[in-house]
């Protein structure tokens, strides 16, 4: 067995099969040379060991400590953006169904379902979407803007009322069916006021997953007639 | 199922520490340490029903901490192209120059850290940090046990040059280059 570097390393390491262990262990006990070689690796080791040693003494900061108490699935300050970056980064199925489950229990109404696909809107906000103009308040559900999408899609931001909070997101659809593409959860009461007042007001993390899906010019209040009429004829 | 959210979170704390210390071999001393450790624990607790109770916790978090690491250095480089390796670690402060000299190789070494690849951070991190064998080592990062290796190797040379090289007084560095 020829002693190389990268063998009196792992054996440094404590990273060889037990035979290979043995053998070199024999012949670096009886070769200082072999013996200073190895050690040279123990020390490199210590050297790094020592280096990052003092980190362990440090008092943990406080805002790590609250992550790990955090529930990643109730609303909370970090909560928004994570979700909106998920889905729009395209969504695992997992995440989807985490989704939905999180909703579910929080609206009599139903308005997500988990399909194999993905999250897609069920209830009021499927009617919504298939029948209310933008600027609508019904059934609280809120429509905000329709613009086409690639492959022959329209796409929709909407706002429903969750017991305290608004569920935001974007939903597309070539058929029948919505897909929840964008969610961006957790406004509070309070912060969404803007938004139902002031057209211009859409939370930006919205339009901007908009403006990423967006094949042309949102829907003017005509076009946007016409599409739903559409709709309904098919 | 006998692991609870109050088990899982009790089982991170103690861990903290040690994440801590990861994190900052990856990312260097400073905030992007603490933002990478949170960043891994925010991304534990989203999937720690994957989580299987009685394997090592350590290991996994490692492994999260790491993606979450090539991540963030994913989308600085989108954001703009300037290099983080040499950030970090704090070797020369106002008196750095006597600071440097009483913790000598503390300093240089993490000199040496800081100017490593981050390939060769992970592994060194892993192994020379935690403890973990070159196999252990491949499967939480996803690679050969003999990249393992080879990039080890190259970390423990760009160590011994960092520590060598302060060590030998500038008037015999010559002689020291010969008969080596």
């Known amino acids: 067995m020829k002693m190389t570097d990268e063998i009196l390393m792992a054996f440094a390491d404590n990273s060889l099969p037990e035979a290979e262990r043995q053998l070199v262990a024999s012949a670096v006990a009886s070769d200082p040379a072999l013996m200073a070689r190895v050690e040279g690796f123990q020390r490199t080791r210590q050297l790094v060991q020592d280096a990052t040693a003092s980190v362990l003494n440090e008092p943990v900061p406080q805002r790590l400590l609250d992550a790990t108490r955090q529930d990643p699935f109730s609303a909370n300050p970090a909560g928004p953006a994570r979700w909106g970056r998920i889905f729009s980064t395209g969504a695992a199925m997992a995440a989807c169904v985490a989704v939905g489950f999180m909703l579910a229990p929080r609206t009599s109404h139903e308005n997500f379902v988990a399909a194999p696909s993905g999250l897609v809107a069920s209830g009021d906000l499927a009617f919504a979407l298939s029948n209310q103009p933008s600027g609508e308040t019904l059934s609280g559900v809120r429509l905000a803007m329709t613009a086409p999408s690639d492959g022959g899609e329209f796409c929709r931001i909407f706002s429903v009322q969750m017991d305290n909070a608004d569920v935001n997101g974007v939903a597309c659809s070539a058929g029948p069916t919505w897909r929840i593409v964008n969610l961006d959860e957790g406004v509070d009461q309070d912060a969404s006021t803007a938004y139902r007042t002031a057209s211009g007001a859409i939370a930006p993390s919205l339009l901007a997953a908009m403006e990423q899906r967006r094949s042309g010019d949102p829907l003017g209040v005509d076009e946007e007639a016409a599409f739903l009429k559409a709709r309904k004829a098919k | ?180």
């Open chain 2, 1 to 180: 199922m006998t692991n609870t959210h109050a088990d899982f979170s009790n089982a991170l704390v103690a861990l903290l520490p040690r994440l801590r210390r990861f994190a900052s071999v990856l990312a260097g001393r400073g905030a992007d340490a603490d933002d990478l450790v949170q960043d891994a624990i925010e991304r534990a607790m989203r999937k720690r029903h994957q989580y299987n109770a009685g394997t090592r916790m350590d290991s996994w978090m490692y492994r999260i901490m790491q993606n979450a690491w090539i991540d963030t250095l994913r989308s600085r480089k989108v954001r703009d192209a300037q290099s983080i390796d040499v950030e970090g670690f704090d070797i020369a402060g106002g008196d750095g120059r006597t600071a440097m000299e009483a913790h000598f190789d503390l300093a240089r070494t993490r000199a040496a850290l800081a100017a490593m690849s981050q390939d060769q951070r992970s592994v060194v991190a892993l192994v020379l940090v935690e403890g973990y064998s070159y196999r252990e080592a491949a499967d939480i990062l996803g690679v050969p046990e003999g990249t393992v290796t080879s990039r080890l190797f190259r970390a423990r040379t760009t160590l011994e040059a960092a520590v060598k090289q302060e060590t030998v007084p500038p008037a015999k560095a010559g002689a020291q280059g010969e008969a080596s």
